[in-house]
C-alpha cells in the first residue's frame, strides 16, 4: 500500500471577508508528483502555504510527512522543502555562496557541506557560474540555484509554487528534467502551475481548483475523459459555406464568429478522406482544418468556465487541400 505524504482535511481560509479556501480535501502519495492548477486567484499559493506551516488554516487538518503541521510544525519543516513563485536567492552573493549558506543554516555536519555544495552544483550544472555573483545569473539559472538551495537538507517532500513562471522554453524543460530526476529518487513533489502542458508532462494525478474549492481530481487521462472527444475542426471563409457543411455532419457544432465547425471524429486517417471527401463532393472547402483531442486545457476551461493566463493552444493546423 502507497504511503500518504500530504494529507488535508476541510481546510479553510478566509482574509477578511474573502474565502480563499473553501473546505479542500486532497491526498498527495509518497514519490508522486501532484499538481495543483487553478487560475489566479483560486487559492493555489495559500493552499502551499497552508500546508508549508508558512499561515495557519481557519479550519481543518493537514498532516504532512506524517506530522500534524498545526502541533508538530518544526517536525514538518525539517521535512520538506519549499520553492516559491520567485526565486530566493541573495543576489549579491554567488551561487556557491549561497549554497553554503543553506549548509551553514541546516543541520547538515560541517564536514558534508562543502560534499554537498559540490555536488548539488554538479547535478543543476551551475559548475562554471559558481563563483559569479547571482545578479549575473539568468532567470533559469536562479531558479536552479533556488531548487538546488531547496535540497540542502535531503527533503523528501517538496513544493514547487509555480516553479517554471517567467522561465522560456528551455529553461522550462530543463527544469522538467530536474524534477523528474527528484520523482525517480523517491522524492515526493506538489507542483503548483498555470502551465497546463506542465501538469500534463509531469503530474501523476491533478486537482483543479476554482474560486477555493476543489472542482476535479484524479489523473490527466482520467480529467480528459470527462469531457469530449476528439473533434475535427473546419475553418470556413463565408456563412453559407459553414451552413453547407453544419447539415452534412450530425453533431457537430459551430462557431459563428470565427467561422469554424466542430465535427466529431475518431481522428484516424480513414475518417479524415472520407470527412473531407465528403465536404468535395459537395463542392465545399474549408480553408484550414485542424484536429483537436481533448488535453488538460479543455479540462481546465469545462470545469472553471476559463483559461488560464498561460495557456497555449497546441493543436496541430494543416491547410486543407483546396
Given at each position: 500500500m502507497t504511503a500518504t505524504a500530504i494529507a488535508a482535511t476541510g481546510l479553510r481560509k478566509s482574509f477578511g471577508d474573502k474565502i480563499v479556501l473553501d473546505g479542500v480535501d486532497l491526498e498527495v502519495r509518497a514519490g508522486e508528483v501532484f499538481s495543483l492548477l487553478g487560475p489566479n486567484g483560486a487559492g493555489k499559493t495559500t493552499t502551499v502555504n497552508v500546508l508549508t506551516t508558512l499561515i495557519k488554516a481557519d479550519a481543518g487538518t493537514v498532516r504532512?510527512?506524517?506530522y500534524d503541521v498545526a502541533s508538530e510544525t518544526k517536525r514538518v519543516r525539517a521535512a520538506i522543502g519549499v520553492t516559491g513563485q520567485f526565486a530566493a536567492v541573495d543576489e549579491l552573493l554567488t551561487g556557491?555562496?549561497?549554497l553554503q549558506l543553506m549548509v551553514d543554516l541546516s543541520p547538515v555536519p560541517a564536514r558534508e557541506g562543502k560534499r554537498i555544495v559540490a555536488e548539488l552544483l554538479e547535478r543543476f550544472d551551475l559548475v562554471e557560474a559558481a563563483n559569479?555573483?547571482?545578479s549575473t545569473y539568468s532567470g533559469g539559472m536562479r531558479r536552479k540555484?533556488?531548487?538546488?538551495?531547496t535540497l540542502v537538507g535531503n527533503p523528501r517532500i517538496i513544493f514547487l509554487d509555480e516553479p517554471t513562471t517567467g522561465l522560456d522554453p528551455r529553461s522550462r524543460r530543463t527544469m522538467w528534467s530536474i524534477i523528474r530526476d527528484l520523482v525517480a529518487d523517491g522524492v515526493t513533489i506538489f507542483l503548483t502551475t498555470q502551465y497546463l502542458e506542465e501538469a500534463d508532462q509531469l503530474?501523476?494525478?491533478v486537482a483543479v481548483l476554482d474560486q477555493g474549492r476543489l472542482v476535479a481530481q484524479g489523473?490527466?487521462?482520467?480529467?480528459?475523459?470527462?469531457?469530449?472527444?476528439?473533434?475535427?475542426?473546419l475553418r470556413f471563409t463565408t456563412v453559407e459555406d459553414l451552413d453547407a457543411a453544419q447539415k452534412l455532419f450530425a453533431g457537430s457544432t459551430r462557431d459563428d464568429e470565427s467561422l469554424t465547425l466542430r465535427v466529431p471524429s475518431d481522428a484516424g486517417t480513414d475518417s479524415l478522406r472520407a470527412l473531407l471527401d465528403r465536404l468535395g463532393e459537395h463542392s465545399l472547402a474549408a480553408e484550414e482544418f485542424s484536429v483537436h483531442t481533448p488535453d488538460l486545457d479543455d479540462v481546465f476551461l469545462a470545469l472553471t468556465g476559463r483559461t488560464t493566463d498561460s495557456t497555449t493552444d497546441t493543436t496541430n493546423s494543416t491547410e486543407a487541400a483546396k
Open positions: 504532512v510527512a506524517g556557491q555562496e549561497n559569479k555573483p547571482v540555484l533556488d531548487l538546488a538551495m503530474a501523476d494525478r489523473t490527466p487521462d482520467e480529467l480528459k475523459r470527462q469531457i469530449p472527444g476528439t473533434h475535427v475542426r
